[in-house]
């Protein structure tokens, strides 16, 4: 059976975000292809570390980590070191983390209702540090 998580925490830099609703991570490995002349079959290797994080927020634009979001489009730059880490229910931490750049966000108003924010962020230069 799969085990649910708990404790689910954003960080930007040392601040917790606060509102997340959900954090969608894909960590991964772009594929290089090392292929010899003459060879049958064609032989792949493990590229970089690459990894992406969807954020769904309930926005509130009195929040800095909320403003951080958009102010890294307008500002193409990374915005932080960004931190997504969980618990398993046997307690065990696990993390990812790196320097980050907003690639997206998506504001969605809805009138007598919450603001929310989607949000993409890739992590730049492929530094990344994965624990646990």
Not at 5 to 11: D, E, F, L, R
Not at 47 to 76: C, N, R
Not at 106 to 127: E, I, K
């Amino acid at each position: 059976m799969a085990a649910p998580t708990s404790a689910v925490t954003v960080k930007f830099d040392s601040t917790t975000v606060s509102g997340v609703g959900s954090v969608d991570l894909n960590l991964f490995h772009t594929p290089i292809e090392t292929t010899a002349v003459g060879d049958t079959y064609r032989v792949f290797e493990h590229g970089f570390k690459e990894a992406t994080v969807d954020l769904e927020l309930f926005y509130d634009s009195s929040v800095a980590t909320h403003v951080q979001i958009p102010e890294g489009i307008d500002t193409p730059a990374n915005i932080a070191t960004v931190e997504i880490s969980w618990q398993t229910v046997s307690s065990t931490v696990k993390k990812v983390s790196g320097k980050c750049m907003v690639t997206s966000w998506r504001l969605n108003l809805t009138p007598n209702n919450v603001a929310s924010v989607t949000a993409s962020l890739t992590f730049a230069n492929g530094a990344i540090t994965v624990v646990g």
